[in-house]
C-alpha cells in the first residue's frame, strides 16, 4: 500500500479539522443515537464488493471512537485478503487465525497502535477455512471476553456478496454497516448485499454511500450515514 493511500484512510488522525474526519465524527455520533435501548459495542463494517472503503472506514471510525476516550479495538476479520495491518503498521505473522487454531493468546497478539486507546488485532496468517474458523464456537467465546476490556470492537470483514464470511461474523455483532460506493456499485448489487444481511437476521443500523461528488466541495470522499427508517 502506498504512503499516500495510507494517509488518505486515517485522515481522521491526519487532519482531524478536515470536512471529512468531520464527517466520520458524525458518523460516530449517529451510531451512538441509532440505537436508544442497546449500546452497540461490537460493530461490523462490510461491502457490497472489493474496493468501496469499507477498510477506510473501519480505520477513521475507530480513530474517532479513541479520539472520544473510547478503548477501541479493531479485529481484521478479512481472513482472505486482510489489509488492516498495513494501514497501522503492524506484524501480520500472527493474528486472528492462530488465536482461532489455540496457535497463540489473544492477549499477545493484540497491538497497540500510535493512536491513543486504539488496539488491533490483525487477521494473522490466511487459513484454509476463513469460514469455518469465523463461524466457530471459539469466536463467539473470544468476541464475549474481547467485550470485557473494550468500550467498542469495530471488525473488518470480506466484502458480503463475495463469500459468506460476513454473514457470519454479522449474526455475532450487535450493529452492521454497509459501506457503497455510488461509482461503482449498481443498485441491484446494493440490493443483493442488504438482503443478503437480511437472511441471517443481521442488525443493518445503516449504509455509508461513498464517492458522493458534491460540486463546489473539494473533498474527494464523501460519508454519509442512513439510519433505519421506522416501521
Known sequence: MSQSTNDRIIISQLNPKSPVSEAYRMLRTN?????????????????????????????NLAVTYAQADQKVLVIDADLRKPTMHRIFRQSNRTGLSTVLTNQSDVNHEIKSTDIPNL??????????NPSELLNSNRMRTLLEELKQSYTRIIIDTPPTLVITDAQIVSTLCQGVILVIDSEKVKKDAAIKAKASLDKVNANIIGVVLNNVSQKNNDSYYYYYYYGKEEQ
Do not use: F, N, R, W
Open 119 to 128: 488496539h488491533i488485532l490483525t487477521s494473522g496468517p490466511i487459513p484454509p
Open 31 to 59: 451510531i451512538q443515537y441509532s440505537s436508544v435501548d442497546t449500546d452497540l459495542q461490537v460493530l461490523m463494517i462490510t461491502s457490497a464488493g472489493p474496493g468501496e472503503g469499507k477498510t477506510t472506514t473501519v480505520g
